[in-house]
């Protein structure tokens, strides 16, 4: 079985100030992870793929195989990042099918 | 580059009834997946249509249905209506050719009485 953990349902940091969203999961063989953000009033987006190996709107991730997680990270948060983030995991063959963490709400204050 | 378009945006049912939910996919994207979400809960996977079959499914009873038609949008089916099944729907397109991500509706919210 799959399963996405994210321990933290609430994340509050001021601007400018480094921030780490925490993801763990579990699963047998060799997942494909997501970070998705959901911003006030809009859908559901995707923000990174660690196939991509790439950094958008200045947040990162690395998967860390030894230790289950994909931990999504910004240096300097600022207060447009304000949103709902959830990791999600595709295993394997499983096309388009994702398991959902239950999501973070990450809050920037000024 | 049209969007994934979901309908109606809101309903309200009685346990018992049935309901359909509509969803438009994005052009150029073949693959349609279907995720239901509880309030205060991640998405959770209820099937996937591609080429107009069922292609994988969630843990979701047989009451939970779909279609995918010839130009790639779809409809899901939920039968007897249970309290629990009030929540938010969404549909995501994708296109398994180019192994692009998903990409999400608005959703439709449904709540059953």
């Known amino acids: 079985a799959q399963r996405v953990t994210q321990p933290e349902k609430l994340l509050s940091v001021f601007k400018g100030a480094p921030v780490e969203l925490k993801c763990n999961y579990s699963y047998s063989g060799s997942p494909e992870l997501f970070w998705y953000v959901q911003y006030s009033r809009q859908r559901l987006q995707l923000l990174l793929r660690h196939i991509s190996r790439e950094s958008i709107k200045g947040f990162t991730a690395d998967l860390n195989k030894g230790e289950t997680s994909f931990h999504l990270k910004k240096p300097f948060a600022q207060e447009e990042d304000s949103a709902m983030y959830y990791c999600?995991?595709?295993?394997?063959?499983?096309?388009?099918?994702?398991?959902f963490g239950q999501g973070t709400i990450l809050t920037v204050h000024p | 580059e049209t969007g994934v378009t979901q309908s109606p945006t809101h309903l309200i049912k009685t346990r018992g009834q049935q309901v359909t939910l509509r969803c438009s996919s994005q052009?150029?994207?073949?693959?349609v997946s279907w995720y239901q979400q509880a309030l205060g809960q991640g998405p959770q996977f209820i099937f996937q249509?591609?080429?107009?079959?069922?292609?994988g499914r969630g843990n979701f009873p047989p009451r939970f249905s779909g279609l995918q038609f010839p130009n790639y949008s779809s409809e899901l089916n939920v039968n007897a209506l249970e309290l629990d099944d009030s929540a938010l729907y969404l549909c995501a397109s994708s296109d398994r050719g180019s192994n692009s991500p998903l990409h999400f509706g608005n959703g439709t919210r449904l709540t059953v009485t």
């Open positions: 052009s150029g994207h073949n693959t």
């Open positions: 249509y591609y080429r107009e079959e069922e292609n």
């Open positions: 999600a995991l595709s295993g394997g063959t499983s096309y388009g099918k994702l398991t």
